[in-house]
């Protein structure tokens, strides 16, 4: 570590909206908080207090700040009343405030750097509970004005937050996101133990994230199922991963058998486990037609695990060559694309080697840095 990174005292990282079991946003704020530690920085942690167990590594190096646990129909939005009560409207120990959920708390007048993961709100609302999407596209405008620095993770929601709201351009930072050190190819001995332990067969085609319509998931299995007869009896088609409120149905009809199809559905499975279940797939699909950023690709990179995603302009940015970019929401041109790399072993290592390779250009040390640079333009502004 570097003490040439240490930072004021007081500034804190927002992870109030954290609960279990944890999925992409709240690994997103871990990784900046593993970072931060990485490059000699240090913050206080405003975390509900039955979460602190789960954070881990991620919270060496920094001061844990506890917040009572609250019922989980108060968790969406607790940092509204929660901060305020807390630390005062106009609070001096508090220099600033990293908000990682993209909207702040309005009732405070504190110094705000805010992460905007993404803009679903704007781009795809109906894929919203509706409860979510009042709250983020009510307070989620008024959160980026207010902000002294916006933090983005790709290019794509840099420039669609300069269009939209028309944001100066020096205010938004992209500093990309990294995957867990613990996404690594893992050996063929722990891929077969996992594979036994879950019931997953030699191939399968698998897909890691949440369950919900913006994920176009329904796209996914009616690909799956028109693929060549000898390669749906090969490979089972996995999904990984919690299914959002008000997606319900959606994940039964995507789960339901079919006269072909072969359905695994994991739900959420133990972060540990994950490495083995990425390294261990023929092929990664990530379909969602909207994205932020796209860490689950990241992680199927970093595992060696060739790629197919959608033309999101994020998952595209994300990949480029290092994996197939779909040029359409044509479910014949995901089954094209699934079955030339479930045919050609010397597709499938091609494109595993070019994820590894492009895996590496998103380290733990350049997020800490420049989240740490982020904030100290912040305070100076």
Not at 74 to 82: A, D, H, P
Not at 109 to 134: C, E, I, K, Q, S
Request: net charge positive; charged share 20%.
């Amino acid at each position: 570590m570097s003490s040439g990174n240490a930072l004021p005292e007081g500034i804190a990282v927002d992870l109030l909206f954290a609960a279990r079991p944890f999925t992409g946003l709240e690994h997103h704020a871990l990784h900046i908080l593993r970072g931060l530690h990485t490059v000699g920085a240090s913050v206080d942690v405003l975390v509900p207090s039955d979460v602190i167990p789960d954070l881990g590594d991620a919270a060496v190096g920094h001061r844990l700040v506890p917040f009572r646990r609250v019922p989980r129909g108060l968790r969406l939005g607790r940092e509204q009343w929660s901060v305020p009560w807390r630390f005062g409207a106009y609070p001096r120990a508090l220099p600033l405030l990293h908000s990682v959920l993209g909207v702040a708390p309005m009732l405070s007048g504190v110094p705000l750097v805010l992460t905007v993961p993404d803009l679903v709100y704007r781009f795809r609302p109906a894929d919203m509970h509706p409860r979510a999407r009042w709250y983020f596209g009510t307070l989620g405008p008024k959160s980026i004005r207010r902000a002294r620095r916006l933090m983005v993770s790709s290019q794509a929601i840099c420039r669609q937050l300069i269009d939209l709201y028309h944001i100066a351009p020096e205010r938004v930072a992209y500093v990309p996101l990294c995957a867990d050190p613990i996404f690594t190819p893992r050996p063929a001995d722990e891929i077969a133990s996992v594979r036994k332990q879950f019931g997953l067969p030699g191939g399968y085609i698998l897909y890691v994230g949440t369950t919900d319509p913006r994920k176009d998931l329904t796209r996914l299995r009616a690909a799956y199922e028109l693929l060549p007869p000898d390669l749906v009896d090969d490979s089972a088609l996995v999904y990984v991963g919690r299914t959002n409120r008000g997606a319900e149905r959606l994940a039964k009809q995507l789960r339901k058998p079919g006269p072909r199809a072969h359905i695994i559905a994991l739900d959420y499975v133990p972060r540990d486990v994950l490495p083995a279940i990425y390294s261990g797939a023929s092929v990664f699909v990530y379909p969602s037609r909207y994205e932020g950023f796209g860490l689950p690709v990241l992680e199927a990179m970093s595992c060696g695990a060739p790629v197919v995603v959608s033309s999101d302009e994020a998952l595209a940015e994300l990949v480029g060559d290092a994996g197939v970019v779909l040029r359409t929401e044509s479910i014949e041109e995901l089954t094209q694309a699934m079955e030339r790399l479930l045919r050609f072993d010397d597709d499938q290592a091609r494109l595993r080697q070019l994820g590894l390779a492009r895996s590496k250009a998103f380290s733990i040390a350049r997020l800490g840095g420049e989240t740490a640079e982020v904030y100290r333009q912040a305070l100076a502004s």
